[in-house]
């Protein structure tokens, strides 16, 4: 097998490797929000330190299944994040800012999710012994609601970079497009104070489902990439 055959090979296997990655965290971190239990029925945005401690300590034990999951699932976006990066760069040749965008993005936007994490994990950690609750509950919906700047970045560079130069699938750049639109509107939980855009609102779930489907859906074209 010639070398330039033997280099092939292995872009393809880091390819795949990449996109099974994506497939498997998007799967762990639908399990990991569904909650593991009760932790759906997540207190308010109203909902007062007293009753988030209550909460907590009624259902820690799921909380912290949930976010161990939940860490497992976006670890694994960082693998198959690397190999979107990579794929990008060895389309066009050359590294290029649209593809650096996406790099910095993504790291941003996950580094901000372990940030989140790490409060609820010691909202969860300390039960109903946590001196403020209310503070580290909406420190964590914060951080997840902050994260959607850089993920905007991050999906609208691939988008951007796909549409430009092909690599996969230009209805995955379709599906980017779509999640960095949306991700955008993450930035209301900060003003508005109730209903479906308030800080732990329905919109925390349902935009990110527009990065979970962009992911699935681009791992899924990355194993199967040719």
């Not at 292995?10 to 929000?33: E, K, N, W």
């Not at 976010?67 to 670890?75: D, P």
């Not at 940030?115 to 010691?122: E, P, Q, W, Y």
């Not at 609750?133 to 691939?158: E, H, I, K, N």
Request: charged residues 10%; glycine residues 12%; proline residues 3%.
């Amino acid at each position: 097998m010639t070398i330039p055959r033997i280099a092939a090979r292995t872009d393809q296997i880091q390819t795949r490797l990449a996109g099974a990655a994506g497939v498997l965290g998007v799967a762990l971190g639908a399990f990991g929000s569904a909650g593991v239990g009760h932790i759906m029925d997540l207190p308010g945005t109203h909902a007062s330190a007293g009753e988030i401690t209550h909460f907590m300590a009624t259902d820690r034990g799921s909380a912290l299944a949930a976010m161990l999951i939940n860490t497992i699932a976006v670890t694994l976006w960082l693998v198959f994040g690397a190999g979107v990066w990579l794929r990008l760069r060895q389309v066009a040749g050359v590294e290029s800012l649209l593809s650096a965008c996406f790099a910095f993005g993504l790291v941003a936007f996950v580094t901000l999710l372990y940030a989140g994490f790490v409060s609820f994990f010691l909202l969860a950690y300390r039960g109903d012994t946590t001196p403020d609750a209310r503070l580290l509950y909406d420190a964590t919906f914060g951080l997840l609601a902050m994260s959607g700047a850089p993920t905007a970045v991050a999906l609208g560079s691939y988008a951007a970079r796909i549409y430009r130069s092909g690599g996969l699938p230009r209805w995955t750049a379709s599906l980017a497009a779509l999640g960095a639109a949306a991700h955008v509107a993450l930035l209301a939980s900060f003003v508005v104070g109730d209903g479906f855009f308030s800080l732990q609102g329905q919109v925390i779930t349902a935009i990110p489902a527009t990065l979970f489907a962009w992911i699935l859906g681009t791992g899924i074209a990355m194993v199967r990439a040719p």
